[in-house]
């Protein structure tokens, strides 16, 4: 008689969700559960024959990773090298392929993916985006395939995996709040992305705290790409009353900020400080390097190969979060209204209170 996953979970007394995540390698199970499942799943006989289950239920083996409309320059920038890495290690772990599905517009895109589902070539997708009003999820309901968002699904049917990127924007803000900033300026994507929203939200939660009035003439919008935000820039920039600081979605955005900066003249960060998003090598090579946080590319990615799994072993969707942190670096320097102590520097001091209030980037959130 075949061993099954929900027998090793009952003996192990632990979910199945939990024994295929074990089983798939994944790294957020605590090393006492690691081993008592394996060790359960060895005195059974436990040996998983992908291929004979392939036969059975006539799996295809593969998943569809869906990017965004190729018409937005998704390859342009470097969280989807990262992201797809995650997962093709994530995926890894029971064989599996991956297919990657685009299109030019929402509708190319929709029929893709369908001809890829109705056709059996793979058994689940994993979504990089979420978007308001995306025509794409209705489509994924019609269709029962397992589904993973990458970001904050608009429906509990869809399992996902993201950042508090509320939480972290709100701290971002207000790690230059303490450095004596006031004239904060926010640059984020298309307000069609909930990652946007989310993270302009956080924004405005920062400066509600410290009491500090938002202007709308300082909240921008472009798409994700370093062009589109040098000319959204340049409309900030170019009030009589700039900004001393931005923080800014993305890293390759950032460089568009960088680069409207040099052509005005501005020096970053003695007169203008950024604190960025994502922690891609971009930041680390950029002149001057930039404060980024860091939102684990890499582990969203394989979190969600693991989520894909659960799904497919008869599991109910479910979220999880994967934590923040702000990589300090050196575009950022004291504002204007940065403490003045009675002893050392007026930068020491802001430091100080900035890394304090830094520290909400290193508490894990829960999902």
């Given at each position: 008689m075949e061993v099954t996953i929900k027998e090793i979970a009952r003996i192990a007394g632990v979910s199945p969700s939990t024994v295929s995540r074990v089983l798939s390698g994944n790294p957020r199970i605590s090393q006492a559960t690691r081993e008592r499942v394996l060790k359960v799943a060895e005195e059974l006989g436990y040996h998983p024959n992908l291929q004979a289950r392939s036969l059975v239920v006539k799996r295809a083996e593969a998943a569809a990773v869906i990017l965004p409309r190729s018409r937005d320059g998704a390859f342009l920038n470097p969280f989807f090298p990262e992201v797809l890495r995650g997962i093709v290690a994530g995926l890894a772990g029971r064989k599996y392929a991956m297919l990657l599905v685009t299109g030019e517009d929402d509708a190319e895109k929709r029929d893709n993916v369908t001809r890829a589902v109705r056709g059996r070539q793979v058994d689940g997708v994993i979504l990089l985006e979420s978007r308001r009003d995306d025509p794409l999820i209705p489509r994924l309901v019609e269709l029962r395939v397992p589904v993973v968002m990458i970001g904050r699904p608009p429906t509990r049917e869809i399992a996902y995996v993201d950042n508090d990127n509320v939480a972290a924007a709100e701290a971002a803000t207000a790690y230059l709040i303490a450095r004596g900033h006031r004239e904060i300026a926010f640059l984020g994507g298309s307000p069609e992305y909930t990652v946007t929203r989310d993270r302009l939200e956080g924004y405005r939660r920062a400066l509600r705290r410290a009491r500090i009035p938002e202007q709308a003439e300082i909240v921008g919008h472009a798409d994700f790409t370093e062009s589109e935000a040098y000319r959204e820039v340049e409309r900030i920039l170019a009030r009589e009353r700039?900004?001393?600081?931005?923080?800014?979605?993305?890293?390759?955005?950032?460089?568009?900020?960088?680069?409207?900066?040099?052509?005005?003249?501005?020096?970053?960060?003695?007169?203008?400080?950024?604190?960025?998003?994502?922690?891609?090598?971009?930041?680390?090579?950029?002149?001057?390097p930039l404060h980024s946080v860091n939102i684990g590319i890499y582990e969203l990615?394989?979190?969600?190969?693991?989520?894909?799994?659960?799904?497919?072993?008869?599991?109910?969707?479910?979220?999880?979060?994967v934590p923040t942190r702000l990589v300090e670096r050196s575009s950022v320097a004291c504002g204007p209204y940065a403490p003045k102590p009675v002893t050392g520097s007026s930068r020491d001091s802001a430091e100080k209170v900035a890394s304090e209030d830094a520290s909400e980037f290193e508490r894990p959130q829960a999902p």
């Open positions: 700039r900004p001393t600081a931005f923080v800014v979605a993305d890293d390759l955005m950032a460089l568009g900020v960088l680069a409207q900066a040099r052509v005005r003249g501005l020096e970053v960060p003695r007169d203008v400080s950024l604190v960025s998003f994502n922690d891609t090598f971009l930041a680390r090579l950029s002149t001057p990615g394989f979190l969600a190969a693991q989520l894909l799994f659960e799904l497919l072993d008869g599991g109910e969707p479910r979220g999880e979060l």
